[in-house]
Every structure is written in structure tokens, then in C-alpha cells.
């Protein structure tokens, strides 16, 4: 079965950190494009981090300076190192893969979410 899946979530404090894994089963990450996207309450998905399959990637700007993030080819997973993060953070966050960019829609391939909550 093709799938992707996300692990890691839970509660953090103000200025901690989190970090969220993505591990795909049934298929390789190979050319395809795996992206972080972040599902605040209430709000539409948006994109967090592009990983390209040649190693670049590409950020938003609200998460660029507390965030990396790494792929490993090998394992097929994208780990997401959440740093300092704010109550803006808390959200669901989705991995997908797919062609690449922030539309949803050129990602084929759509992991189950995990729940991340930033409170005190």
C-alpha cells in the first residue's frame, strides 16, 4: 500500500521543540518532491517546506529561521526539527508527496497528519 506516515506530534511549550517525522511505505521518495504543509485550527493547509530531490529546498517565510529539516533517500523519510516554536505553530501537519511547489494539488501522495500543539 503507498502511503505516507507522520509521527512525532504531541504538546510542546512556547520556544521548545518538536520533531515531526515522515516515512513513506509502498514507494521511494526517488524524484518525487515531499513537502511539509500545516493545517492551523480553522485555516486552510499551507506549505511549510519543500524538499527536492536534489537536495534543495524551499521555505516559508514564517518558519524559515526556527526550522530544518533533512531527507534521508535511504530510509524514504523527512524529518521536520521544529525549533522555538509559537502557539502559531499548533496546527496539523501533513507530509506529501509529488511533483513539487505550494499547490496541493500536484501531490499525489498525502500522509494522515499529525497533531501539533503549542501551549503553555
Known amino acids: 500500500q503507498v502511503q505516507l506516515v507522520e509521527s512525532g506530534g504531541g504538546l510542546v511549550q512556547p520556544g521548545g521543540s518538536l520533531t515531526l517525522s515522515c516515512t513513506a511505505s509502498g514507494f521511494t521518495f526517488g524524484n518525487k518532491a515531499v513537502t511539509w504543509f500545516h493545517q492551523p485550527p480553522g485555516n486552510r493547509r499551507e506549505g511549510v517546506v519543500i524538499s527536492n530531490s536534489d537536495g534543495s529546498t524551499i521555505w516559508a517565510e514564517a518558519v524559515k529561521a526556527r526550522f530544518t529539516v533533512s531527507r534521508d533517500s535511504d530510509k524514504n523519510t523527512l524529518t521536520l526539527h521544529m525549533n522555538s516554536v509559537k502557539p502559531e505553530d499548533t496546527g496539523v501537519y501533513y507530509c506529501?508527496?509529488?511533483?513539487?511547489?505550494?499547490?496541493?494539488?500536484?501531490?499525489?501522495?498525502w500522509g494522515q497528519g499529525t497533531q501539533v500543539t503549542v501551549s503553555a
Open positions: 506529501a508527496a509529488g511533483i513539487g511547489g505550494w499547490v496541493e494539488a500536484w501531490y499525489d501522495i
